[in-house]
């Protein structure tokens, strides 16, 4: 998930009573709900780096306990106040494994079982940035100022216990459910997307992806022995195949496996679960041919997220090879 909701999250599990437990429990849980993020520093060396780096060990459980050290001892190093170190210990944990089980419900994954296996995990029940959870967090955030400021006007008593913790159970619920719910519509989406022909063809193997705005709306991927099939499919409404867009695949040629060799497309195939290949013309040298692969997950072929692309020459050698996330087409 996307820092916002990360951070949010340790907030309210503060709010909800965990801060109790030791001071500095909400700078430690804060810290926590983010600390696997910190491979973000692999994209200083580039895009490429950043793909291999980023939810790679730091999002393993083998270095579960690791990441949970790290904000007991920056804060306890920082803070001046005392801190029970057994407690903040027990609360990063808590705040890291937030962190994984978040990062585990959308269709970008995590490698939980680094470093013995690189097997990616993935629910594909929420995007990245999920808008019916920030909206919700958004309300948990601003309703306890909210009640302040009502109860400020009228003349009532300040509420007593922890501020906002109505509100930070409230949040932490609705995201349970809400995770809950979209498991049980997802997998309708697949069961219909399954349960269809395209163009005559039976599909080899389905995905739904979710829609930012509409739980409803998934968006479908297809594959058959000849093309993919990219599919609109709600489910309050009828599902028709024929009206998803068709991508056939290449014929098979010897650019293709050149191409596969190269250092950025070998390394992007590790994370593609939905690769589409193209290969075009190369304005020079002469009889060359960019190979593109973008994965479908993220964009289409014409507006792609991400794409790693080849120069193979009519020799068949990788002349240069990169991966970018956007359109990376040559021009």
């Known amino acids: 998930m996307d820092p916002l909701t990360h951070t949010a999250t340790g907030w309210f599990l503060s709010r909800a009573g965990l801060r109790r437990f030791t001071p500095q429990a909400t700078w430690v849980l804060l810290l926590a709900a983010n600390a696997p993020d910190v491979d973000i520093v692999t994209a200083a ?25 790290l904000p007991v001892l920056l804060v306890g190093g920082i803070s001046r106040r005392p801190i029970r170190w057994r407690a903040a210990y027990l609360l990063s944990l808590a705040g890291v494994g937030s962190h994984l089980a978040l990062d585990s419900t959308n269709i970008y994954g995590v490698r939980l079982l680094l470093p013995f296996s690189a097997r990616w995990f993935h629910l594909d029940i929420t995007s990245v940035v999920d808008l019916w959870i920030w ?121 293709l496996a050149a191409a596969a060799r190269s250092p950025a497309i070998r390394d992007f195939l590790r994370f593609a679960r939905w690769p589409y290949w193209q290969v075009l013309p190369a304005p020079e040298p002469e009889g060359a041919w960019w190979v593109e692969v973008t994965d479908l997950r993220f964009g289409s072929p014409r507006q792609p997220s991400f794409v790693a692309r080849a120069l193979v020459s009519n020799r068949l050698e990788v002349l240069e090879s990169s991966f970018r996330f956007g359109n990376a087409r040559p021009r």
């Not at 780096?49 to 393993?60: P, V």
């Not at 006007?153 to 979209?182: M, T």
Request: glycine share 10%.
């Open 135 to 255: 909206a919700v967090l958004l309300i948990a955030l601003v309703g306890p100022l909210l009640a302040r400021l009502v109860s400020q006007e009228i003349g009532a008593p300040a509420a007593r216990g922890i501020p906002g913790r109505g509100f930070a159970w409230f949040a932490l619920a609705f995201v349970a459910l809400y995770d809950g719910g979209r498991v049980i519509l997802h997998q309708r989406a697949v069961e219909t997307l399954e349960a269809r022909l395209y163009g005559g063809a039976t599909p080899l193997r389905v995905a739904a992806l979710p829609d930012p705005f509409n739980p409803f709306r998934w968006r479908g991927l297809v594959e058959t022995s000849g093309f993919y099939a990219v599919a609109a499919c709600n489910l309050l409404g009828e599902f028709d195949p024929e009206e998803a867009d068709v991508l056939y695949k290449p014929e098979a040629q010897p650019a």
């Open 45 to 69: 060396r580039g895009s490429l780096s950043y793909l291999n780096g980023h939810r790679h060990l730091t999002h393993a459980l083998a270095a579960w306990p690791v990441m949970a050290l």
